[in-house]
């Protein structure tokens, strides 16, 4: 069973308009997301991040937003530019008391985003 | 610093060899995991260390060991490859109280 969807495959967005990727989740006990990039035949790389206590992370053109009751994140991205064309992970994962992983994400299956100059 | 290193790049094994999938991270990170990459499965974690000694299983372990007798280095083996082991895989490593992975650069392996 997929506790973290990304329904949409893939998203094409012309340069300098907005994308929006979308993840949805369905264990309750995730209380920390996070979005990785990864171009081809690169590992995945940390892009932004939000705990289950905020409802909004801004990065620059990054900004993640949960919606907890819906089991809903999104990464918006403005403006797209073409290098931002690669593959957006979403991850899931539950902290400890401590505040700590171990290192252990659920992921998403990936969406493919393509911004055309 | 190089980060998180894995070798080899790219493999190809018969069905019934043996392999040992290196990793090497250069950053004092006490945790280390390695995942697999499907078509449509996004990455899933198959083994994972907390540190020198210890390791536990992750979502898809079966197949695969692990051992961990430094901070370093965190190999991964498979003892008899199958075919539904081809897949992409990559190996992380993070800090303790930091939640981000950082990922290698990932090794494909294909079994036939």
């Known amino acids: 069973d997929q506790q973290v969807k990304q329904n949409s495959p893939s998203l094409s967005v012309q340069e300098g308009r907005i994308s929006i990727l979308n993840c949805d989740y369905t264990?309750?006990?995730?209380?920390?997301f996070l979005w990785y990039k990864k171009y081809p035949a690169e590992g995945p790389t940390f892009l932004i991040s939000?705990?289950?206590?905020?409802d909004k992370n801004e990065d620059g053109r990054f900004t993640v937003f949960l919606n907890k009751s819906a089991k809903h994140l999104s990464l918006h991205i403005v403006p797209s530019q073409p290098g931002d064309s690669a593959v957006y992970f979403c991850?899931?994962?539950?902290?400890?008391?401590?505040?700590?992983?171990?290192?252990?994400?659920?992921f998403g299956q990936g969406t493919i985003l393509t911004v055309h100059p | 610093n190089a980060g998180v290193t894995q070798t080899p790049k790219f493999q190809v094994l018969k069905t019934g060899q043996s392999m040992t999938l290196q990793c090497a991270q250069d950053?004092?990170?006490?945790?280390m995991s390695w995942y697999r990459q499907d078509p449509g499965m996004g990455l899933r974690l198959i083994h994972y260390?907390?540190?020198?000694?210890?390791?536990d299983q992750g979502e898809v372990p079966n197949g695969y060991n692990v051992s961990r007798s430094t901070t370093e280095d965190f190999p991964l083996r498979l003892l008899s490859a199958a075919p539904s082991q081809t897949s992409v895989y990559f190996c992380?490593?993070?800090?303790?109280?930091?939640?981000?992975?950082?990922f290698g650069q990932g090794t494909r392996l294909t079994v036939v």
């Open positions: 991850a899931a994962t539950s902290l400890d008391s401590g505040g700590t992983s171990y290192g252990k994400l659920t």
């Open positions: 950053m004092n990170h006490e945790y």
């Open positions: 264990n309750s006990m995730f209380d920390y």
């Open positions: 992380a490593s993070s800090y303790f109280g930091r939640t981000e992975a950082f």
């Open positions: 939000i705990s289950s206590i905020k």
């Open positions: 260390s907390v540190g020198a000694g210890i390791t």
